[in-house]
């Protein structure tokens, strides 16, 4: 699937620095990995939007909820460059495509984790 531009695929690629800056072993959000994609992660994302005007606050208000840190120097130097982008058009794509932009989201990550090799005796 190739990347959205523009700000969609700002929006894009800030929801899956969020994603992948979850602790997914320790972390509270693996708790409720049955409500993530449906309701915990658009209602962060969606009230957000409303809250601030600027992505660096939007990152900082969702990415605090979710205990999101970027994982290493490539991910950091991302997130810097997406933040400069333009907030407006962003937060607004990421308020009324949160559904559909969460789903490219999903199977992005989904992809990535079926293609990882498995684990010797580990259970497919």
């Known amino acids: 699937m190739p990347p959205l531009t523009g700000p969609a695929g700002t929006a ?3 929801l899956l620095c ?3 800056g979850i602790d997914w072993q320790t ?6 990995r049955a409500t993530y994609w449906e309701q915990l992660l658009p209602d ?5 939007t409303y809250r601030v005007g600027t992505l ?3 990152w900082r208000d ?3 909820e979710l205990g999101s840190h970027p994982r290493n120097a490539a991910e950091r130097a991302e997130l ?15 308020r009324a495509e949160t559904e559909a932009l969460l789903l490219r989201t999903r ?3 989904d992809a990535v984790r079926d293609a990882r090799p498995t684990a010797p005796g580990a259970r497919p």
Do not use: K, M
């Not at 962060?44 to 957000?48: L, Q």
């Not at 810097?80 to 990421?94: C, F, N, S």
């Open 12 to 14: 894009e690629r800030l």
């Open 18 to 20: 969020i994603h992948y």
């Open 27 to 32: 972390g509270w959000v693996s708790n409720y």
């Open 44 to 48: 962060r994302v969606i009230t957000a």
């Open 56 to 58: 660096r606050r939007w």
């Open 62 to 64: 969702v990415a605090t």
């Open 80 to 94: 810097e460059h997406l933040l400069r982008a333009d907030p407006t058009p962003v937060l607004e794509i990421l």
């Open 107 to 109: 199977i992005t990550t």
